[in-house]
């Protein structure tokens, strides 16, 4: 028995280790606050809206707008506002969907990753890579790529600009 006392106490200590590893506890009470200045095509002209949305939660509380805005570098999605739960490896997706509905949505549909989340809390940019159809991404997921999980998503309205 004492014998399997040390081996008992390996596995136990692998195993919280392992847990914590794909589960980052601690990242669930830290905020990552990001104030970026909305893109402007000069000095004193905000860039032209093209559509915009307000999200709404779903596996985590999420909240804000996005707006889509056409700058003299390309195209920026630009969340406003915006407020969501921390988690391993958060995505901002585009998705080639009308609406989202759950995480199945995101999955069964072809996706943009326009990149890490920048900040748990507030205004934020993320460049849209160039030649984007932007008529067939008319959704936005927070995506948790580790657990495959939307925190949250936007339906992009467009302004007809």
């Known amino acids: ?7 008992i106490l390996i596995a ?31 000095a004193s002209t905000p860039a032209p809206v093209l559509a915009r949305g307000t999200f709404v939660s779903d596996a985590h ?3 804000g ?3 889509l805005q056409h700058t003299a570098d390309g195209t920026v999605l630009r969340l406003e506002g915006f407020s969501t739960s921390n988690g391993p490896d958060v995505r901002i997706y585009l998705v080639a ?4 509905e759950g995480s199945r949505t995101v999955k069964r549909a ?3 990753d326009l990149g890490a989340l920048k900040g748990t ?7 849209v890579p160039a030649g984007v159809d932007l008529a067939r991404y008319k959704s936005v997921s927070v995506w948790c ?6 925190f949250g998503s936007a339906t992009l309205q467009r302004t007809g600009a």
């Not at 195993?15 to 893109?39: K, Q, S, T």
């Open 121 to 127: 809390i507030g205004d934020q940019n993320y460049l």
């Open 1 to 7: 028995m004492t014998r399997l006392r040390p081996t």
């Open 12 to 42: 136990v200590a692998t195993l919280g280790a392992a847990v914590w590893y794909l589960f980052r506890p601690e990242l669930l009470f830290i905020d990552r606050r990001v104030n970026e200045e909305a893109p402007a095509i000069a």
């Open 145 to 150: 790529r580790r657990f495959a999980v939307n």
């Open 110 to 112: 072809e996706v943009i």
């Open 97 to 100: 969907a009308d609406s989202i």
């Open 65 to 67: 707008r996005v707006v």
């Open 61 to 63: 509380e999420t909240a």
